[in-house]
């Protein structure tokens, strides 16, 4: 099973500016084949991102996620007061597997 | 819209068995792999077990295989999933999810439920 290392575990960051939250995969990861859920408390995760730079549906052009092999990255570039929550980090080349989430707070 | 609405969780036993149910709307649920994922209290996600469109292949975590089994029936848009010999560990809020595309199954989740809580507890 590949394992998913996210960084850092708590971001402080004020709206505004921007977030960078990394995905470390412990192996190269099939076609890039990553992707990237918001879950905000008590509700379910939303699709962000997937393959590892394509935004879903309805997700606002300030989310971007790049990175390919076994280094990913979610970048928002002007955080909103809704942006604060737990981002996760999935990959699917394989036996699908989740990074431990990084929870984004207001500083 | 797409809609799927998780339930049937509770308290039960360890060793007992459960099933969760997940209504689906909005889409062609027979077009679609379904999946189930959980999250235990305050922990990460966890994927579970996969059925393709037509129910007839299945796919299972290797901490749930042997004990859960996943199941549909597309006549009533459904999605079910089987859990026998709970173990404590087994605590977790049960997600259904739609895998994005339709036939072939790709591992990513572009829908969820809200989730239905399965606590196992003596």
């Known amino acids: 099973e590949i394992g998913l290392t996210q960084s850092p575990d708590t971001l402080s960051l004020s709206p505004g500016e921007r977030a960078t939250l990394s995905c470390r995969a412990s192996?190269?990861?099939?076609?890039?084949?990553l992707a990237w859920y918001q879950q905000k408390p008590g509700q379910a995760p939303r699709l962000l991102i997937y393959?590892?730079?394509s935004r879903a549906t309805g997700i606002p052009d300030r989310f971007s996620g790049s990175g390919s092999g076994t280094d990913f990255t979610l970048t928002m570039s002007r955080l909103e007061p809704e942006d604060f929550a737990v981002y996760y980090c999935?990959?699917?080349?394989?036996?699908?597997?989740f990074g431990q989430g990084t929870r984004l707070e207001i500083k | 819209q797409v809609q799927l609405v998780e339930s049937g969780g509770g308290v039960v036993q360890p060793g007992r068995s459960l099933r969760l149910s997940c209504a689906a709307s909005?889409?062609?649920?027979?077009?679609?792999?379904m999946h189930w994922l959980r999250q235990a209290p305050g922990k990460g996600l966890e994927w579970v077990a996969v059925?393709?469109?037509?129910?007839?292949?299945?796919a299972y975590a290797d901490s749930v295989k042997g004990r859960f089994t996943i199941s549909r029936d597309n006549s009533k848009n459904t999605l079910y999933l089987q859990m026998s010999s709970l173990r404590v560990e087994d605590t977790a809020v049960y997600y259904c999810?739609?895998?994005?595309?339709?036939?072939?199954?790709?591992?990513?989740?572009?829908?969820w439920g809200q989730g239905t809580l399965v606590t196992v507890s003596s």
């Open positions: 999810a739609r895998d994005p595309w339709t036939t072939a199954v790709h591992y990513y989740f572009e829908y």
């Open positions: 909005g889409f062609t649920f027979s077009n679609y792999p």
């Open positions: 059925i393709s469109y037509d129910g007839v292949n299945k």
């Open positions: 192996q190269s990861v099939s076609r890039n084949y």
């Open positions: 393959g590892a730079s």
């Open positions: 999935q990959q699917y080349g394989s036996s699908p597997s």
